[in-house]
């Protein structure tokens, strides 16, 4: 969890290739088994935000897909998916984001 000027941002790394999956397969072909992992991955992010009380906050998964998986992604503008979500006033930012292992800070995953 980051915390600055009110906002907080959790972040959970993931260590599965669901993201690069999501890009080949599409939801319809994603596996029972995986849709159901995928889906425990999000609840339990959420779970971790609705933790903290501030004006903004954020979660975001984030998934470590092989470097040409990534740049692959990257260039179609696929490395990340952001939805907002509301509950009552309360608004999340959820992030699923594709970030390779040993990603330099000048990096395209950076910004």
Do not use: C
């Not at 959970?12 to 425990?40: I, P």
């Not at 952001?82 to 910004?111: D, K, N, T, Y």
């Amino acid at each position: 969890m980051v915390s600055t000027n009110g906002a907080i941002h959790v972040v959970d790394a993931k260590y599965k290739a669901h993201l690069a999956e999501l890009d080949d397969q599409g939801w319809q072909r994603f596996t029972d088994d995986a849709r159901e992992a995928h889906r425990a991955d999000i609840h339990q992010v959420l779970a971790y935000a609705a933790l903290y009380s501030a004006d903004q906050v954020s979660a975001s998964l984030v998934y470590p897909p092989r470097r040409a998986t990534f740049e692959a992604l990257a260039r179609r503008g696929r490395d990340r998916s952001i939805a907002h979500l509301l509950h009552g006033a309360r608004r999340v930012r959820l992030e699923l984001r594709g970030a390779p292992f040993g990603m330099s800070s000048g990096s395209p995953a950076s910004g």
